[in-house]
T-cell receptor, first 115, second 115 residues
Framework: AQSVTQPDIHITVSEGASLELRCNYS??????LFWYVQSPGQGLQLLLK??????LVQGIKGFEAEFKRSQSSFNLRKPSVHWSDAAEYFC?????????????FGSGTRLSIRP | ETGVTQTPRHLVMGMTNKKSLKCEQH?????MYWYKQSAKKPLELMFV???????ENNSVPSRFSPECPNSSHLFLHLHTLQPEDSALYLC??????????????FGSGTQLSVL
């Protein structure tokens, strides 16, 4: 069955510290991979996406993610977090060559920033 | 105005009420979606309208009824809801098909409370 797992429900890091949010997926073939962010009271915004090519993907707001096929992972990283990064982060996967309606989301990781 | 706009932002209703949620997209997209976001659960796709064809999640109760009069507007009609329907309802749009899973653009959501 297709699934997306974000093993960390809630993470707290200090401002200026590095961040890594984990995402693992189970899929029949290599899917398209996404990270979305949801700030309080807002909808989801796309941070970055992996379709093909370089497995290290750069996104907005200084985020990057690395696709590791052997580990079925797509972890999100940021070298130095800012207080404004406090939000909920969602990993998502979707089939190649198909509609966005097929995208499935993980349960999310809530990120808190310690001053 | 740009992006995806949802109204109202907050809605409190009794179980016997009838209300509607409205979504409007200003992106020229050809697909629109309703998602349900409950605490600690993955986003649940409720309905999709793509090129004015409706696709629905069979697990969505009939007390939720979508309407898509054109490619820019989407409604979710609510009647005789249950307290467990309290959640954040998100509207999204995308440009499908486009040779692959395209990214979703989300509105800020309607926070629904059913008393």
């Amino acid at each position: 069955a297709q699934s997306v797992t974000q093993p960390d429900i809630h993470i707290t890091v200090s401002e200026g510290a590095s961040l890594e949010l984990r995402c693992n997926y189970s899929y029949g073939a290599t899917p398209y991979l996404f990270w979305y962010v949801q700030s309080p009271g807002q909808g989801l915004q796309l941070l970055l996406k992996y379709f093909s090519g370089d497995t290290l993907v750069q996104g907005i707001k200084g985020f990057e993610a690395e696709f590791k096929r052997s580990q079925s992972s797509f972890n999100l990283r940021k070298p130095s977090v800012h207080w404004s990064d406090a939000a909920e982060y969602f990993c998502a996967v979707g089939p190649r060559g198909s509609s966005a309606s097929k995208i499935i989301f993980g349960s999310g990781t809530r990120l808190s920033i310690r001053p | 105005e740009t992006g995806v706009t949802q109204t109202p932002r907050h809605l409190v209703m009794g179980m016997t009420n009838k209300k509607s949620l409205k979504c409007e997209q200003h992106l020229g997209h050809n697909a629109m979606y309703w998602y349900k976001q409950s605490a600690k659960k993955p986003l649940e796709l409720m309905f999709v309208y793509s090129l004015e064809e409706r696709v629905e999640n069979n697990s969505v109760p009939s007390r939720f009824s979508p309407e898509c009069p054109n490619s820019s507007h989407l409604f979710l009609h609510l009647h005789t809801l249950q307290p467990e329907d309290s959640a954040l309802y998100l509207c999204a749009s995308s440009q499908d098909p486009a040779g692959g899973s395209e990214k979703l653009f989300f509105g800020s959501g309607t926070q629904l409370s059913v008393l």
